[in-house]
């Protein structure tokens, strides 16, 4: 069985898995990372979504082979600091209802505020218009990226 090696949330990761294995399984399986959920598994929700190397990647369609030697993070990684401004946002905001969804929420809002600290409200439309929250949280979710931003955009 091929082995993987890759970073992630700063540590230097190693797994021995069958090409084709989705990250998310890796993650949640192999790693014991279970922030990122399973949605729907086509990479259409994005309850899945990490960074890979700094991009907003649906981990459940992400085979395991494209990320060795990359630099992923999660939402575990993420969240480390709950005092920076995204995080904080978040919570003052109180964006979450049932909270299946937040983690690849978080991790879109994080990767646009990293490439554009202060996004129109179109760019962020635009960036989160595929994540899919069933309870309707959408316009906390825009409330609490634009706090984010007041705040000190994100991290």
């Given at each position: 069985m091929p082995i993987f090696t890759f970073d992630v949330n700063g540590k230097q990761r190693t797994v021995e898995v069958q090409e084709g294995t989705p990250l998310l399984w890796v993650l949640r399986e192999h790693l014991g990372l279970t922030g990122s959920k399973?949605?729907?598994g086509q990479g259409q929700c994005g309850a899945c979504t990490v960074h890979i190397d700094g991009e907003a990647t649906r981990s459940c369609i992400t085979p395991i082979e494209t990320v060795q030697g990359k630099?992923?993070?999660?939402i575990e990684g993420l969240t480390e600091d709950l005092h920076q401004?995204?995080?904080?946002?978040?919570?003052?905001?109180?964006?979450?209802?049932?909270?299946y969804c937040q983690p690849?929420?978080?991790?879109?809002a994080a990767a646009l505020l990293a490439h554009k600290p202060n996004p129109t409200e179109t760019e962020i439309a635009d960036a989160m218009s595929d994540m899919l929250c069933r309870?309707?949280?959408?316009?906390?979710?825009?409330?609490a990226i634009r706090h984010a931003v007041a705040l000190g955009g994100g991290r």
């Open positions: 399973f949605g729907c630099k992923i993070v999660t401004p995204l995080i904080q946002a978040w919570i003052d905001d109180e964006v979450p209802q049932c909270g690849g929420q978080i991790m879109t309870c309707g949280t959408q316009s906390r979710i825009r409330r």
